[in-house]
Nanobody, 127 residues
């Protein structure tokens, strides 16, 4: 599956952005999807993940209550709604997908367990 991330941009602290991850296949519903972010000079960190059905979601502690992950099966798209953005949210955001990852794996939030990756979209939050 090919993934296309979009929706990044420049926003002031306290503002909102919605990222989208569009898939090339109609079988996207067979994949779990995660969002990760990477700031300059830092490792790639887990942000959020969603199960195949969309019924289970997982978040990093740093974004819990501010970010919401959701999926639209009809449009083969996963969204990441980001509210109350902070300067420390500044990073390149990547979406990733995998067909075999279990719920336990989703909870772990390990980047190396996802086989398919989008190209990344830059999010910059000015303070």
């Amino acid at each position: 599956v090919q993934l296309q991330a979009s929706g990044g941009g420049l926003v002031q602290a306290g503002g909102s952005l919605r990222l989208s991850c569009a898939a090339s296949e109609r079988t996207f519903s067979y994949y779990v999807v995660g969002w990760f972010r990477q700031a300059p000079g830092k490792e790639r960190y887990f942000v959020a993940a969603i199960s195949r059905s969309g019924g289970s979601t997982f978040y990093a502690d740093s974004v819990e209550g501010r970010f919401t992950i959701s999926r639209d099966h009809a449009k083969n798209t996963v969204h990441l709604q980001m509210n109350s953005l902070k300067a420390e949210d500044t990073a390149v955001y990547y979406c990733a997908a995998d067909r075999d990852l279990t719920r336990t794996g989703l909870r772990r939030g390990e980047a190396n367990e996802y086989h398919y990756w989008g190209q990344g979209t830059q999010v910059t939050v000015s303070s």
